[in-house]
């Protein structure tokens, strides 16, 4: 069974209809145990917009994604965790795609990500994707892993307020073999349209190339 795990921060606006458009996507097969909001204490109505959707539990902790997520998984009962953005809409069957892949050896994985946009390079980062490279990874990809396997590395790097996405994978790419299902999941390009798609680029650009030079995670934030 699936805990899904999702970490927000003041998403009053979209978390109803974004939470309602994920659940819909779950199998009849129903192998998601709970679904986990995790608010980062949150100064709008994200709390208790959340608490209307049915099938949802909503927890409070403090602000980060990294320890909403540990907190998350501390909370879980399903023997995969399954951690999500909330503008992120998986495949329908998620479920089911994740349980085969476990099933098949693979105690962590994601799946392939297109953004919601038509502009050529957000589809060209887009088509990356689907290769297994540790470098074409995202936190919008969306991550699963075992429980046991998580708890093994000890769960997210919680010093890292940013880039702890790419920071789990290394213990990950080390002890498994990682998937990559190839089923598109799609993901808000909101952050690219707000900041602007080369800014943007350029400042994870920047923060890949400190981070190879030994930044700290302090550095990096």
Not at 22 to 36: G, H, N, P
Not at 81 to 88: A, N, P, R, S, V
Not at 172 to 200: C, M, N, P
């Amino acid at each position: 069974m699936i805990s899904v795990i999702i970490p927000v921060y003041n998403e009053a606006e979209l978390i109803e209809a974004n939470l309602n458009q994920i659940q819909k996507r779950i199998s009849a097969s129903r192998l998601v145990k709970e679904t986990l909001v995790i608010d980062g204490g949150s100064t709008d109505a994200t709390f208790e917009n959340a608490k209307t959707v049915e099938g949802v539990e909503v927890f409070k902790s403090s602000k980060g994604r990294p320890r909403q997520m540990n907190f998350g998984a501390a909370k879980a009962n399903g023997e995969i965790l399954y951690f999500l953005h909330i503008d992120t809409f998986p495949p329908q069957n998620f479920d089911q795609l994740i349980v085969g892949s476990v099933n098949k050896g693979h105690e962590a994985g994601c799946f392939k990500m297109k953004f919601r946009s038509q502009h050529p390079w957000l589809k060209f980062i887009s088509w990356l994707t689907k290769f297994k490279a540790r470098s074409c990874r995202g936190g919008d990809q969306s991550l699963f892993v075992t429980k046991s396997l998580f708890e093994k590395i000890g769960g997210y790097n919680e010093d890292y307020l940013i880039y702890e996405d790419h920071e789990i994978l290394k213990p990950l790419y080390e002890l498994t073999d990682f998937d990559v299902i190839q089923h598109w999941i799609s993901t808000s390009a909101r952050r690219f349209k707000t900041k602007g798609i080369l800014k943007l680029q350029l400042l994870f650009w920047v923060i890949y190339f400190k981070k190879w030079s030994g930044a700290s995670p302090d550095e990096l934030y």
